[in-house]
């Protein structure tokens, strides 16, 4: 039972543009989104997060979005670079029971063409 | 300030074989994290670890895999009796507290390989 989502395994797109990456969840305990970003051979790094009580966390060219009626969140980089490409991973906090963890999505590869 | 350590690389074993993984948490973080990439999935839940406590280890395997994080020395992330199906890449994570708004540090991996 997956309760992070990213349905999409791979978006392109061209430089300067948006990049719009979606991840759906389940749970509606969890209170705190995090986007980490993870290039080949690497571990992943974090990017950006938002509380669950927030619906919008910029930072720089990376904006999250957060809409928990739809239990939907969103990562918008714009403008897009070639440094971007990367594999993107939407991970939930869950608080809930004796110990919180993150659970991730699948991860969604972005590439960016020059 | 070395961040989240892992070693080694890259492990070859051949089925039947133990594996050990180790992970040196960032300095002053009390919290360890086992994760596993299995190749086109998501990285998947293990362990959680403190020192000398397996403090969640929901998502472990029920045979041949065990971790422990001693009060010396890094953590160890065990597998025994390696199968072809424990080739994956594992990540261990560290954080100062439970990870809320930050969430971890990542180390680089260990990319298992069982032939």
């Known amino acids: 039972d997956q309760q992070v989502k990213q349905n999409s395994p791979s978006l392109s797109v061209q430089e300067g543009r948006i990049s719009i990456l979606n991840c759906d969840y389940t749970?509606?305990?969890?209170?705190?989104f995090l986007w980490y970003k993870k290039y080949p051979a690497e571990g992943p790094t974090f990017l950006i997060s938002?509380?669950?009580?927030?619906d919008k966390n910029e930072d720089g060219r990376f904006t999250v979005f957060l809409n928990k009626s739809a239990k939907h969140l969103s990562l918008h980089i714009v403008p897009s670079q070639p440094g971007d490409s990367a594999v993107y991973f939407c991970?939930?906090?869950?608080?809930?029971?004796?110990?919180?963890?993150?659970?991730f999505g699948k991860g969604i590869t972005l590439s960016v063409r020059p | 300030n070395a961040g989240v350590m892992q070693n080694p690389r890259h492990l070859v074993r051949r089925r039947g074989q133990e594996a050990r993984l180790r992970c040196s948490p960032m300095?002053?973080?009390?919290?360890v994290y086992w994760y596993r990439q299995l190749p086109e999935e998501g990285l998947k839940f293990m362990v959680y670890?403190?020192?000398?406590?397996?403090?969640?280890e929901s998502g472990m395997p029920k045979e041949r895999f065990s971790a422990e994080f001693p009060k010396e020395g890094p953590s160890i992330l065990r597998i025994q009796q390696v199968v072809r199906g424990d080739s994956a890449a594992y990540f261990c994570?560290?954080?100062?507290?439970?990870?809320?708004?930050?969430?971890?540090?990542f180390g680089s991996g260990t990319r298992l390989t069982v032939v």
């Open positions: 994570a560290s954080s100062p507290q439970e990870p809320g708004l930050y969430g971890y540090t």
């Open positions: 749970n509606s305990m969890f209170d705190y």
């Open positions: 938002i509380s669950s009580i927030k």
């Open positions: 991970a939930a906090n869950d608080p809930t029971g004796a110990n919180s963890k993150l659970t």
């Open positions: 300095k002053g973080h009390s919290h």
């Open positions: 670890l403190q020192k000398e406590n397996i403090i969640d």
